[in-house]
């Protein structure tokens, strides 16, 4: 059985439409997901990437992308009321359901569909005191040596690092046996590997392989 580690960031609608098609396009294959909210903004920064949002013509577009896919695909997806944002509260909402740096799925659907469905502000205070009080079930004790929410800051810290010593550089990116699919539109790639597609047997090195024709 195949073991999908699934980084993310509920900033991206993305990786919303990513976490929501997945047991769709996988029907009939026998595998695990491990979900593992990352930092994107860390990513980026690392090598430098204004991201979408930085670039103004691009995050138009992007909005207007994400919002038809979820249209034509049957998800719901409504932008919220500001975009970008900071998602460092949800990423450690998120986390402080976790022990070992990953969530389960209720964890992370409930926290993307607070971003993701409605148009609202994801950062509205009552809004967060809702869904503070929606994850209370999944919620681990802190550690009684620590400071409050200074194991999720961690476990944020160490999956960042983490997913960019393992070549993630953006969300969402599925990574399966070493390899790393990234984006929304790498879903239908990944079922093929999953099917066995021989080109993986050589085609994946060899079309990475290909000199750099700029200087630097």
Known sequence: MKHIIFHLDFVSPYAWLAFERLPEVLEGFSYSVEYRPVLLGALLKQHGNPGPAGIAPKRAWTYRHAVWLGHSLGVPLAMPARHPFNPLPLLRQALACSRDGSINRFVAG????????????????????????????????????SADGARAKALLRGNTDAAAARGVFGVPALEVD?????????????????????????????????????PG
């Open 110 to 145: 409930t926290v993307f569909r607070h971003v993701w469905q409605g148009g609202h502000d994801a950062l509205d205070a009552e809004r967060l005191s809702a869904l503070a009080a929606a994850l209370e079930p999944q919620m681990q004790p802190e550690d009684p040596d």
């Open 178 to 214: 070493g390899k790393v699919f990234w984006g929304y539109d790498s879903l239908p790639m990944l079922r093929a590997y999953f099917e066995g597609d021989a080109w993986f047997e050589q085609g994946w090195d060899a079309a990475a392989s290909v000199a750099q024709g700029l």
